[in-house]
């Protein structure tokens, strides 16, 4: 069956060091990827999207994401992180051959003074 | 830029109730969907809708209904409320399938 996972439910880092979240998907084709960011009360939003070409994905806010098919993987990275980081992220993926959006269930993201 | 507006934002209902879960979006986008966010459980999709005319079910279609006449409108109906249906509802839209989706700001629904 067709999914996605985020292997970790909360991080916690402190301000300014480096983060990575995981996100692992199955699929049988190449899918199209994205890493959404929930705050508190809000809807979701984009940050970034792989389709193709280049597998280091720049977003919004300095965040980056690196797409690497062999390990079935589109991380989502942050040099240094602020205290406005704090939130869920969410990894999607939609597979380009019929169009279902899967969702991952979320990390969510604390951040130590 | 209104994007995807949500009505309401907040709902109580009882038991066996119904109700009629509002989205509307200005992009002119083809693709509007419905999910439900659960704690823990991230987004599950309801229904979704790739044009006015057509809609889908998507991974928990029990216990909703939608309606796509129009581009703009996407409703979300529940007909005999239960409490399993206490979420988040969340609609969204999108150009097309790979296009990133757009996310109204949710209805917060309790069922008692």
């Not at chain 1, 070409?53 to 990275?77: M, P, Y």
């Amino acid at each position: 069956a067709q999914s996605v996972t985020q292997p970790d439910i909360h991080i916690t880092v402190s301000e300014g060091a480096s983060l990575e979240l995981r996100c692992n998907y199955s699929y049988g084709a190449t899918p199209y990827l994205f890493w959404y960011v929930q705050s508190p009360g809000q809807g979701l939003q984009l940050l970034l999207k792989y389709f193709s070409g280049d597998t280091l994905v720049q977003g919004i806010k300095g965040f980056e994401a690196e797409f690497k098919r062999s390990q079935s993987s589109f991380n989502l990275r942050k040099p240094s992180v602020h205290w406005s980081d704090a939130a869920e992220y969410f990894c999607a993926v939609v597979s380009n051959r019929d169009d279902k959006i899967i969702f991952g269930k979320g990390t969510r993201l604390h951040i130590l003074p | 830029n209104a994007g995807v507006t949500q009505t309401p934002k907040f709902r109580i209902l009882k038991i066996g109730q119904s109700m009629t879960l509002q989205c509307t979006q200005d992009m002119n986008h083809n693709y509007m969907y419905w999910y439900r966010q659960d704690p823990g459980m991230g987004l599950k999709l309801i229904y979704y809708s790739v044009g006015a005319g057509i809609t889908d079910k998507g991974e928990v279609p029990n216990g909703y209904n939608v309606s796509r006449s129009t581009t703009e409108d996407f409703p979300l109906r529940l007909e005999l409320a239960a409490p399993s249906q206490t979420s988040v509802y969340f609609c969204a839209s999108s150009p097309g399938p790979g296009g990133p989706q757009h996310f109204g700001d949710g209805t917060r629904l309790s069922i008692l």
